[in-house]
């Protein structure tokens, strides 16, 4: 069992910065290089879409509407992925899950979630 764990999240007016942080732990199988480590956003009503993603050696893939803006990272040695969001508006406010994929079985992991709220 994995687990994982977010933190960061608040709530900052339009044009401001948050830096998500998700902790992975937990089963002594767990490698962190075998897993691809993503950020996903719920709005509410709306689906949980991806915002960006991170493999173990760095290579990332983002969403339209937040290249520019947000830059996700890894270090591997702490076992934690980080999304730094820049320049925020008021259309990011959503709940910001953690997620892990494991790259040889493809198992699934999710976060509690963080609520990012961007208001004035």
């Known amino acids: 069992q994995v687990q994982l764990v977010e933190s960061g999240g608040g709530l900052v007016q339009p044009g401001g910065s948050l830096r998500l942080s998700c902790a992975a732990s937990?089963?002594?199988?767990?490698?962190?290089?075998?897993?691809?480590m993503g950020w996903y956003c719920q709005a509410p009503g709306k689906q949980r879409e991806l915002v960006a993603h991170?493999?173990?050696?760095?290579?990332?893939n983002y969403t339209d509407s937040v290249k520019g803006r947000f830059t996700i990272s890894r270090d591997n040695a702490k076992n934690t992925v980080y999304l730094q969001m820049n320049s925020l508006k008021p259309e990011d406010t959503a709940v910001y899950y953690c997620?892990?994929?494991?790259?040889?079985?493809?198992?699934?992991?999710w976060g509690q979630g963080t609520q990012v709220t961007v208001s004035s």
């Open positions: 997620n892990a994929l494991n790259i040889l079985n493809l198992r699934e992991y």
């Open positions: 937990g089963s002594m199988f767990m490698m962190f290089r075998l897993y691809t």
């Open positions: 991170i493999t173990y050696r760095g290579g990332t």
